[in-house]
């Protein structure tokens, strides 16, 4: 084929990336742009149905995918989400932490087991996911984490306790670990996504259309832009949201 009729190179071949929380939502969107630009993408989440769907969807399309079952709070799992990514493609070059929820309540009436539940899907996993990949990017001395954050860390909502702390506590993880990891190779990085769906407000759009929604591809974008940067370079991190969302002047 000549030259001038070539595919042109893609943003993220040849490169192994996991994606938590890949089965709906951003996450599922951040999945299937990497594959969209080359990438090998191990799934992860708890729904092995929609692990499936997903990765039948990129494989469809002629992109690579392995579905890993894994729940990110569970320490055992996520050393075995690991271990199966490289035991398939050998290395591991783009971290995602996506997976987490929300849950909401008044803080007088916010039950101790919602609080727990919280803070082991958004924040403790993160860790678990962070502390895997950190162990073998600095082995090979390059690699990039992306953690999701929320706008909820910049400008919290009401009756939103441990969605709120976990959001701030995984920004200061990810400040933390940038620290950290850089004399490694390691880029860590967040973005802070505004309104989106499919994502935590799918099925509750009426409770906040007035505001602005907008599709979790645009939040894939930013992951894919991130993830494509030169090894010196780190957009450490973005937010980014609907236009007419009010976040500044929100309070």
């Not at 040849?14 to 089965?23: D, N, R, S």
């Not at 992860?44 to 990110?72: M, N, W």
């Not at 916010?110 to 162990?135: H, V």
Request: charged fraction near 20%.
């Amino acid at each position: 084929m000549p030259a001038s009729q070539s595919n042109p190179a893609r943003a993220l071949d040849g490169k192994v990336a996991i994606v938590t929380g890949g089965g709906s939502g951003i996450g599922r969107a951040i999945a299937m742009a990497f594959a969209a630009e080359g990438a090998k993408v191990a799934i992860a989440g708890r729904r092995r149905e929609k692990l499936d769907e997903t990765v039948a969807e990129i494989t469809e399309a002629g992109g690579t995918a392995l579905a890993i079952p894994t729940d990110v709070a569970i320490e055992d799992q996520v050393s075995r989400l690991f271990a199966a990514t490289q035991s398939a493609w050998g290395r591991l070059d783009i971290l995602v932490n996506n997976a987490g929820g929300f849950a909401g309540a008044p803080t007088d009436e916010f039950p101790l087991q919602m609080w727990k539940d919280m803070i082991d899907s958004n924040l403790t996993g993160a860790f678990l996911c962070c502390r895997e990949a950190y162990r073998v990017m600095k082995v090979q001395r390059a690699g990039r984490i992306i953690n999701i954050g929320s706008t909820s860390a910049k400008v919290p909502r009401p009756k939103s306790a441990a969605y709120a702390a976990s959001k701030w506590g995984l920004d200061g993880l990810t400040r933390m670990l940038a620290i950290e990891a850089r004399e490694f190779g390691i880029a860590v990085s967040i973005i802070h996504p505004g309104n989106t769906v499919p994502g935590v407000w799918s099925g509750q759009e009426d409770k906040v259309k007035h505001e602005g929604l907008m599709d979790a591809s645009n939040v894939a974008r930013v992951a894919v832009l991130m993830a494509s940067l030169p090894a010196e370079a780190n957009l450490y991190e973005s937010i980014i949201l609907p236009v007419s969302m009010p976040f500044l002047g929100r309070g």
